[in-house]
């Protein structure tokens, strides 16, 4: 398995704003998401895997075994069901939007490489591109 536990800082970000649109995110939280450089510190311990996103105005956590559902609060505030696999050097992490109040599906991507984390995440035919480099 590829290294995939340790500290990330974003460098670029692609499409943000139209993929948080998609997701039905409001303008406030949209403006201080694009602001945002996140840092993402991933660590793993007898399978459970945290995987925490730092930026100014909010943190968040989760916590997931692999292949396991668990409920995430998304940064903004949606409340999704989330599974997260691992194949290789990539991680798949699906989450389903709640359907009674008309919550979309997404699907982030992270590749992990010896330099980078390059997080691809996707809501219908919208694709957003963030890539991160490993700072240890
Ligand atoms: C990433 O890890 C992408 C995370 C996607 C968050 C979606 C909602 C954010 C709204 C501020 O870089």
């Not at 956590?61 to 396991?68: P, R």
């Not at 069901?81 to 991507?109: A, F, L, P, R």
Request: net charge negative; glycine share 6%; aromatic share 6%.
């Amino acid at each position: 398995m590829a290294k995939i536990v340790g500290k990330y800082k974003m460098e670029s970000s692609e499409n943000f704003d139209e993929f948080m649109k998609a997701l039905g995110v409001g303008l406030v939280m949209r403006k201080m998401g694009n602001a945002a450089t996140p840092t993402v510190e991933i660590t793993e311990e007898d399978g459970t895997y945290s995987m925490k996103t730092i930026t100014t105005f909010k943190t968040t956590e989760i916590k997931f075994k692999l292949g396991e559902e668990f409920e995430e609060t998304t940064a903004d505030g949606r409340n999704v069901k989330s599974t997260i696999t691992i194949e290789g050097n990539k991680m798949t992490h699906k989450q389903t939007g709640d359907k009674k109040k008309e919550e979309k599906d997404s699907v982030i991507t992270r590749e992990f490489t010896d330099t980078e984390l390059i997080a691809e995440c996707k809501v219908d035919d919208i694709v957003c591109k963030r890539v991160y480099k490993r700072l240890d």
